[in-house]
């Protein structure tokens, strides 16, 4: 079946700095990837839409200043979180639309200190 | 109004229980079904999809309620590894846009 990879898998960064986050699709191309955010105990919640080629589509209250993404080619987005704080910390997946399904990638946990 | 509610649980059952589990969306235009399985600290992987049939694949049943505008999942038989978070996810028309419930979490005790 059709794999996403996210790297790093999990990353510890000081308050202040910037983490970039890799997703790509492996064997498939995907025009349009999404990132969800998931905290403890709570469902997955959409950040933002991908789309290779133009800008983002944020969902309502994610600051597209802050969580800066990229899409620049058939298979890699990335999502950097700049200037982070402890309440960023959270598990960032990726995900990419196969034909039938979406494929997610195995997640990033950030960890702000 | 959130797009998909679920009970979130916990639900606590013995190995070899039947165990249902309920989800409704809001819009009725919704497109396509699903469940996936969330393990702790893993992505969710689909479980399966959820057509107007209704669909078996093992121990589980999944079934579509248009009118009522829900779905559910029916697991027979209950293991221990089927010990995990079940999001239940509704797509908008077109199926671009996925909406995850905020998922129901089982655990079979042995």
């Known amino acids: 079946g059709a794999v996403v990879s996210q790297h790093p898998s999990w990353v510890i960064c000081k308050s202040g700095t910037s983490v970039k986050i890799e997703c790509r699709s492996l064997?498939?191309?995907?025009?349009?990837m999404f990132w969800y955010r998931q905290f403890p105990k709570q469902s997955l919640m959409l950040m933002a839409t991908s789309n290779e080629g133009s800008k983002a589509t944020y969902e309502q209250g994610v600051e597209k200043d802050k969580f800066l993404i990229n899409h620049a080619s058939l298979t890699l987005s990335t999502l950097t979180v700049t200037s982070a704080h402890p309440e960023d910390s959270s598990f960032y997946i990726c995900?990419?639309?196969?034909?039938?399904?979406?494929?997610f990638g195995p997640g990033t946990r950030l960890t702000v200190t | 109004r959130k797009e998909v509610e679920q009970d979130p649980g916990p639900f606590n059952v013995p190995e070899g229980a039947t165990v249902a589990f309920n989800c409704t969306y809001s819009n009725s235009a919704s497109q396509s079904f699903f469940w996936y399985r969330q393990d702790c600290r893993k992505e969710p992987k689909l479980l399966m999809s959820?057509?107007?049939s209704g669909n078996e694949d093992g121990r589980f049943t999944a079934q579509l309620n248009r009118a009522s505008q829900y779905i559910s999942l029916l697991i027979r038989d209950s293991k221990l590894s089927d010990s995990a978070t079940y999001l239940c996810v509704v797509t908008s028309w077109g199926g671009n846009q996925f909406y995850f419930g905020t998922g129901t979490s089982l655990t079979v005790i042995p």
């Open positions: 959820v057509y107007s």
């Open positions: 995900s990419a639309r196969g034909q039938y399904e979406q494929y």
């Open positions: 064997d498939f191309q995907a025009t349009t």
